[in-house]
């Protein structure tokens, strides 16, 4: 247990549809990172947060957006769903070792199904 | 622009021997890096890490190398257990200047009994 939560684990929705996929980080951790790891593909990061504020963007599309809210949770927004947005969606916190490089932690993952 | 970049998708090897997994990566800034391992169904967990001062780090049956010069990392696991079946994702990131953190593709190990 990495101590990363996400809700819910398991997500079918229709083409079209908007869904909200939710991170809560370790206790302590200030950074939330969003992946989506579609089938037999990497990780492709998406965003980070660090303590409220967007640190780092990846390829995360328009339809896509997420916030970090003032109790440290995160919040990842998919609208107008498509196909080719079945994936398995993580979410990772960060603790900074030594005060210079970060090891990330991992949630389960949020499985999303688009039909 | 796959700044870091596992070339093989996967990998099989005997139970015993040695297991090589490569990395390249082609930002210059990056000065940290780490092996994540992953199992089905579960989110990646870190491994092992190596600074860009050093060359080689231990742990166990865990080793990376980093040949600086060449922008290659690998990881050596010896001896290789069926456990050790796992996807395998390198990552590297920047600690000062402008933030980064980016992970390979991944590299399949099945570790054959």
């Known amino acids: 247990d990495s101590g990363v939560t996400q809700t819910p684990k398991h997500l079918i929705t229709a083409t079209g549809q908007r869904v909200t996929l939710r991170c809560s980080p370790r206790?302590?951790?200030?950074?939330v990172y969003w992946y989506q790891q579609s089938l037999d593909q990497g990780l492709q990061f998406l965003i980070q947060?660090?303590?409220?504020?967007?640190?780092a963007k990846g390829n995360i599309l328009e339809r896509f957006s997420a916030q970090q809210f003032p109790d440290l949770h995160s919040e990842l927004n998919l609208s107008s769903l498509e196909l080719g947005d079945s994936a398995l969606y993580f979410c990772?916190?960060?603790?900074?070792?030594?005060?210079?490089?970060?090891?990330?932690?991992f949630g389960p993952g949020t499985r999303l199904l688009v039909l | 622009d796959q700044q870091v970049k596992q070339n093989s998708p996967s990998l099989s090897v005997q139970e015993g021997r040695i297991s090589i997994l490569n990395c390249d990566y082609t930002?210059?800034?990056?000065?940290?890096f780490l092996w994540y391992k992953k199992y089905p169904a579960e989110g990646p967990t870190f491994l092992i890490s190596?600074?860009?001062?050093?060359d080689k780090n231990e742990d166990g049956r865990f080793t990376v190398f980093l040949n600086k010069s060449a922008k290659h990392l690998s990881l050596h696991i010896v001896p290789s257990q069926p456990g050790d079946s796992a996807v395998y994702f390198c990552?590297?990131?920047?600690?000062?200047?402008?933030?980064?953190?980016?992970f390979g593709t991944g590299t399949r190990l099945k570790v054959l009994a």
């Open positions: 947060y660090y303590n409220g504020e967007e640190r």
């Open positions: 206790s302590g951790d200030l950074s």
């Open positions: 990552a590297a990131m920047t600690t000062s200047g402008t933030y980064k953190y980016i």
């Open positions: 930002n210059s800034m990056f000065d940290y």
């Open positions: 990772a916190s960060s603790v900074v070792v030594g005060g210079t490089w970060e090891t990330q932690y």
């Open positions: 190596i600074s860009s001062i050093k």
